[in-house]
């Protein structure tokens, strides 16, 4: 439906962010999130629609470790 | 706690009864193949996927109004790459650049009001597609038009909310037991939404990434769910997604945007399924006509693009499939755009 890649911030300036993907940087509006140098945001057209909180690994991790939660007596 | 090579076990050893799980986001169709996750789990587990792509389920109507700007003096059309090629009544967008239409690609609806600014000369239209995670974007894009007084911007907007199509699709198709929550609007709408929705109809939501792992995941969620009898939501997307959303996002949408009627092509007409610019100026100035753009090209006799949206079919079960219809020669919408089903199994056919 919506294809959103996450990048890391490398500076910002009033409601714009240069974001890193991978080494391709990017001007992103950030009027939608509150991020800080440094972390990941995930961009949409142009816009970061969120900040990743966590990296990807420990993200798995935590999801995994709760799949069975709702299960246990 | 459970690892991925049990929860592949589980999902590849499945005798249960046969489920059929909807993938609704076009994103998640692409990731489900390029995983190979159906070679993964029990056959007795179908994916089929459902109305997740803006460009599929836009009737041509919405094109032809574009189109109609495109071919207008002093006037650009902007767009995101898929509606290039997406058929109207009279040819699609790329067609009619050939017949002298000004239009052009969009990286994001920022840049309407950059150009705008920058050529004040003349009249930038954006072909506003999408759903709840690209509204925002809109929202940005006009507040910005409205904060720089940038007056020469219009949207034509065919922008659509998922909650009531699930609600369709739960009330048309009941044997479609659970379903692969899309990941990005999620994050715009939270996890919230889709309670009431778990709740009528007692099938389990849950929200999913877009890596292997997330997807497997989700998919054993939703099989132990009904295996328990449970309906629940669940956010298996915790890095993006939060209960409550991106409220900002939320918030200018709802600045900018009210709820309206909105034709699915494939569902039909649904009440409060769509984004409308609110009327009164100086938003209202903004819209370049977006009410009633509802009627569309009867598809060519065999398409069954209408089926394969609301997952009645896979796309591989249409005659044309493959045949007559393919990304080069496409008859339907769902083989021309980058998250139509039709497309996607194509692309990853072996």
């Given at each position: 439906m919506c294809i959103a890649i996450p990048g890391k911030v490398v500076s910002l300036e009033n409601n714009k962010a240069k974001v890193d993907f991978s080494g391709n940087t990017v001007m992103v509006n950030v009027g939608l999130v509150e991020p800080k140098i440094g972390q990941y945001v995930l961009v949409h057209a142009g816009c970061?629609?969120?900040?990743?909180?966590?990296d990807k690994a420990e993200e798995l991790i935590s999801i995994f470790a709760e799949l069975e939660e709702p299960y246990k007596a | 706690m459970t690892d991925i090579s049990e929860v592949i076990k589980y999902l590849k050893d499945y005798k249960g009864r046969p489920l059929k799980l909807m993938e609704v986001c076009g994103t998640h169709t692409a990731a489900i193949f390029k995983s190979g996750i159906r070679s993964m789990i029990s056959d007795r587990i179908k994916l089929i996927s459902g109305p997740g792509c803006p460009v599929c389920v836009t009737p041509a109507s919405f094109i032809d109004k574009c189109a109609g700007y495109a071919m207008k003096e002093d006037h650009v059309l902007l767009t995101f790459g898929d509606m290039m090629k997406v058929p109207g009544s009279s040819g699609s967008l790329a067609d009619l650049k050939g017949r002298g239409a000004r239009a052009e690609l969009m990286y994001s609806p920022m840049e309407a009001v950059e150009k705008a600014r920058a050529n004040p000369d003349k009249t930038y239209v954006v072909a506003a597609v999408g759903f709840e995670t690209t509204a925002p974007a809109y929202a940005l894009a006009i507040e910005e038009g409205i904060s720089q007084d940038v007056r020469n911007v219009r949207f034509v907007t065919a922008l659509k909310t998922v909650v009531p199509a699930l609600t369709w699709i739960c009330e048309n198709q009941?044997?479609?037991?659970?379903f692969i929550c899309p990941g990005h609007v999620s994050v715009i709408?939270?996890?919230?939404?889709y309670g009431p929705l778990a709740e009528k109809y007692h099938k389990p939501f849950v929200i999913a990434g877009f890596e292997a792992e997330h997807i497997l995941a989700v998919i054993y969620e939703i099989v132990r769910q009904i295996e328990n009898g449970r309906a629940e939501v669940r956010n298996l997307y915790e890095n993006a997604v939060?209960?409550?959303?991106?409220i900002k996002a939320l918030k200018i949408t709802e600045k900018y945007f009210q709820p309206g009627p909105a034709m699915w092509r494939g569902l039909g007409t649904i009440e409060d399924s769509g984004l409308y610019l609110r009327e009164e100026p100086p938003v209202g100035l903004y819209d370049g006509g977006s009410r009633g753009l509802d009627e569309d090209i009867q598809l060519p006799?065999?398409?069954?693009c209408g089926d394969v949206i609301v997952g009645?079919?896979?796309?591989?079960?249409?005659?044309?499939?493959?045949?007559?219809?393919?990304?080069?020669?496409?008859?339907?919408p769902c083989m021309v755009s980058a998250e139509g089903a039709c497309g996607i199994w194509y692309r990853n056919r072996k």
């Amino acid at each position: 439906m919506c294809i959103a890649i996450p990048g890391k911030v490398v500076s910002l300036e009033n409601n714009k962010a240069k974001v890193d993907f991978s080494g391709n940087t990017v001007m992103v509006n950030v009027g939608l999130v509150e991020p800080k140098i440094g972390q990941y945001v995930l961009v949409h057209a142009g816009c970061a629609i969120e900040v990743m909180e966590k990296d990807k690994a420990e993200e798995l991790i935590s999801i995994f470790a709760e799949l069975e939660e709702p299960y246990k007596a | 706690m459970t690892d991925i090579s049990e929860v592949i076990k589980y999902l590849k050893d499945y005798k249960g009864r046969p489920l059929k799980l909807m993938e609704v986001c076009g994103t998640h169709t692409a990731a489900i193949f390029k995983s190979g996750i159906r070679s993964m789990i029990s056959d007795r587990i179908k994916l089929i996927s459902g109305p997740g792509c803006p460009v599929c389920v836009t009737p041509a109507s919405f094109i032809d109004k574009c189109a109609g700007y495109a071919m207008k003096e002093d006037h650009v059309l902007l767009t995101f790459g898929d509606m290039m090629k997406v058929p109207g009544s009279s040819g699609s967008l790329a067609d009619l650049k050939g017949r002298g239409a000004r239009a052009e690609l969009m990286y994001s609806p920022m840049e309407a009001v950059e150009k705008a600014r920058a050529n004040p000369d003349k009249t930038y239209v954006v072909a506003a597609v999408g759903f709840e995670t690209t509204a925002p974007a809109y929202a940005l894009a006009i507040e910005e038009g409205i904060s720089q007084d940038v007056r020469n911007v219009r949207f034509v907007t065919a922008l659509k909310t998922v909650v009531p199509a699930l609600t369709w699709i739960c009330e048309n198709q009941p044997d479609i037991d659970g379903f692969i929550c899309p990941g990005h609007v999620s994050v715009i709408t939270g996890s919230r939404p889709y309670g009431p929705l778990a709740e009528k109809y007692h099938k389990p939501f849950v929200i999913a990434g877009f890596e292997a792992e997330h997807i497997l995941a989700v998919i054993y969620e939703i099989v132990r769910q009904i295996e328990n009898g449970r309906a629940e939501v669940r956010n298996l997307y915790e890095n993006a997604v939060r209960t409550e959303g991106n409220i900002k996002a939320l918030k200018i949408t709802e600045k900018y945007f009210q709820p309206g009627p909105a034709m699915w092509r494939g569902l039909g007409t649904i009440e409060d399924s769509g984004l409308y610019l609110r009327e009164e100026p100086p938003v209202g100035l903004y819209d370049g006509g977006s009410r009633g753009l509802d009627e569309d090209i009867q598809l060519p006799r065999g398409c069954r693009c209408g089926d394969v949206i609301v997952g009645r079919i896979n796309p591989d079960e249409c005659p044309m499939f493959a045949g007559q219809c393919s990304p080069g020669n496409p008859f339907g919408p769902c083989m021309v755009s980058a998250e139509g089903a039709c497309g996607i199994w194509y692309r990853n056919r072996k």
